[in-house]
């Protein structure tokens, strides 16, 4: 059983709801009161969703305020779902209903069979149920099979063999979108939705009533329907037929992080924790950026199948597998603190293929392809952190004959002594570690600026399975 933070109110008959002063509001005039509410607090409509503020945002704002219903259009892991489910947050928390009803009915004004005649009988007396707004949402992930009883009802044979008559409106059995009345239904996927069956949502979102079957039935549901689709799907899978797409008031364009702070900043609040027990795993800024700017150069990239998307769960996954890989390599060498290091960085390759759809005309080239957006990332990040004066004393020492070998084998604590060794490279090390000197941080920062030395060609590398080798290009 679902508990709620507060109780519903008191009144249960309907003379009692009447006494209390309560009135009843349209859910598209209740969203828009507490949308405005919000607007005018300067508090968002809901959190958890990053990097809209300029541009999503305002356009749902002004959709709300006008009373729309809302398609979203955008690809694949662009928060289109999380909105929708948060649009839940604009409604009052309990609104009463008729007692047994199941389409919700309004006390004051019942649609369904059911409660017309409960009242008629009662009056009064009619006893009043509360139903909570995280209740009051209905979802459907749009699929060729989807049908009209699905979406809006059908006969029950269950209740014409207990003697009810077909031409009885009690034979119903509601679908989703009268279910979901006075509340808010969503169809993810849209274009997805056989035509025939799109052309049964035409009343819905203009005369608001529903006709099942035929019957002389008519309820006029009240409903805000918000639906998502790939902009892509209106010419590949399936298309959102003409007439329907013309009674949606507001079609809002999503898009991917404009910028890395802001894939940073959805992969800090979305990625699981790396920590375990009494191993806790540490991810420095830097290895952060790298991990954001890999995804915002995938998306870039002629190399990427664009129409398909970079979604942010691929910044999100990779982050939580770089951290799974240093626990592993931590745990391993029986470290407590683990900090990501470049080398682990070849663990993204198992959680970025299945989120990447690389058009490459040679067969096998997808790894390389994956690898080199990495690299390129790695040194994107490095010119960003590292200025060339603060190695410049790094490259000297390898030109007079320093070799360093780096890898999975070697614990953080043996890789930390380099700067112990090369006391040239303490000032660029400590710039990244912020003044961290414990050896896992240490480490990690050691491996970043031998590897972007090697990016921007001042040094040469030997890789292996299990490491690598860094020396002078002299």
Known sequence: MTTHPNPSPDPATLGELKASGWKSMPVKEEI??????????????????????????????????????????????????????????????????????EINDDPYAPVSRHARDLVAAEGDDTRIAWV?????FGEKLATPDTSIADLIGEVDPIRVAEGRYLSDELTLHYGLVPRTNRGIFAINELPDLAERIQVGLLN????????????????????????????????????????????????????????????????????RPGSVGDVHVAVPDYIERVVATFSQ?????????????????????????????????????????????????????????????IESLDEGRDGLILENLVKAAVLAVYKERVSPDQVRDVIAAFDEGIVVHTGEDIASIEEAKLIEQ????????????????????????????????????????????????YRSRS
């Open 32 to 101: 828009r009161r507490n949308a405005v509410a919000r607007i005018a607090a300067g508090e968002p409509l809901f959190d958890g969703v990053m990097g809209y503020e300029h541009t999503v945002m305002p356009q749902l704002e002004n959709a709300l305020l006008a009373g729309h219903d809302v398609i979203f259009l955008g690809e694949r892991g662009q928060a289109k779902t999380r909105m929708i489910r948060s649009l839940t947050g604009l409604l009052d928390e309990w609104i009463p209903i008729i007692a047994g009803s």
């Open 132 to 136: 909570h707004r995280d209740s009051r």
């Open 422 to 469: 090369l006391p040239a490279m303490r000032t660029a090390v400590l710039a990244l570690t912020k003044g961290d000197e414990s050896p896992a941080a240490v480490a990690a920062a050691i491996e970043f600026v031998l590897e972007g030395l090697h990016l921007s060609k001042r040094l040469n590398k030997d890789s292996s399975a299990i490491g690598a080798t």
């Open 297 to 357: 150069m995938a998306r870039a990239s002629n190399q990427v199948n664009q129409r398909s998307g970079v979604s942010v769960r691929l910044s999100v996954s990779n982050i939580e597998v770089l951290g799974a890989n240093a626990l592993r390599r931590g745990l391993r060498a029986g470290e407590r603190n683990v900090v990501p290091r470049v080398c682990d960085l070849d663990a993204l390759a198992a959680s970025s293929t299945g989120k990447i759809e």
């Open 204 to 271: 819905v979102l203009e005369e608001r009533d529903v006709q099942v079957r035929g019957y002389k039935i008519r309820l006029p549901l009240d409903v805000m329907l918000v639906a998502s689709a790939n902009p892509e799907d209106y010419t590949n899978r399936g298309r959102i037929i003409t007439p329907l797409k013309d009674r949606f008031g507001s079609q809002i364009r999503t898009h991917y992080p404009l910028d890395v702070d802001t894939e940073v900043a959805i992969m800090r609040q979305e990625a």
